[in-house]
């Protein structure tokens, strides 16, 4: 998605081999437009299923995810990380591990909004390891729903994530994949190009 890419090329920066950051545009500052850009390009993407719900994780999960769904006309929800209130039988749980910031996290769901014969949509902001994804994924599943497919606004093309999701036999469809991190950023699907290199 060209749109994405030209915005992560200009003001996306390489934290590490391992880490960038957007916090420009999608992960502390949100670029409105662009997001419902990225909702119109996921629905488009998963055009071919029935999806009747979004699912996503808080917080940078949200604006991408809010415009999929507003797109769709269907429901958003958000995955909590923090304790549930209620009682723990009325919420699905999973455990998901961040790489990125070393802690793991309990995610709950209400049962309330994913029910059997729902067909639901997983959206992240980035796929790195796949925990997060698995751990919505699996969320779905103890619902008794079915997973239509994983959206991914910046996959980490070099991490592990987006095999392991293959192989467990879901549909990845991420709108900007990286290739390397390596003091600038190299798309997947472009040879080396110095002018996508980021600030560093
Ligand atoms: P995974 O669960 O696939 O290992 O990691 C994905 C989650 O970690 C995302 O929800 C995102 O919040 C965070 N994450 C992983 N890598 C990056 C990164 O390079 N930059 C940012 N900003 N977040 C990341």
């Given at each position: 998605m060209k749109l994405l890419k030209d915005k992560i090329a200009s003001?996306?920066?390489?934290?590490?081999?391992q880490v960038l950051k957007?916090?420009?545009?999608?992960?502390?500052?949100?670029?409105p437009k662009l997001m419902q850009a990225i909702g119109r390009e996921f629905t488009r993407r998963f055009s071919d299923e029935p999806i009747t719900k979004v699912l996503t994780i808080e917080s940078s999960g949200i604006g991408p995810g809010l415009m999929t769904a507003l797109e769709l006309d269907v429901p958003l929800i958000f995955a909590r990380k923090q304790k549930s209130?209620?009682?723990?039988?009325?919420v699905f749980v999973e455990k998901v591990h961040s790489f990125t910031k070393q802690v793991t996290n309990e995610v709950t769901v209400s049962?309330?909004?994913?029910?059997?014969g729902d067909t639901v949509m997983i959206i992240d902001d980035f796929l790195a390891h796949g925990e997060a994804a698995l751990g919505l994924a699996r969320i779905v599943e103890q619902a008794g729903a079915r997973v239509a497919g994983i959206g991914i606004v910046?996959?980490?093309?070099?991490?592990q994530g987006a095999t392991r999701l293959q192989e467990a036999g879901y549909r990845v469809e991420s709108l900007a994949r990286i290739?390397?991190?390596?003091?600038s950023v190299v798309f997947e699907d472009e040879p080396a190009d110095p002018s996508l290199t980021c600030r560093s």
């Open positions: 003001e996306g920066i390489v934290l590490s081999g957007v916090d420009s545009f999608l992960n502390h500052q949100v670029d209130l209620t009682l723990r039988d009325d049962r309330r909004y994913i029910v059997p910046i996959e980490k093309a070099f991490q290739r390397s991190l390596e003091g």
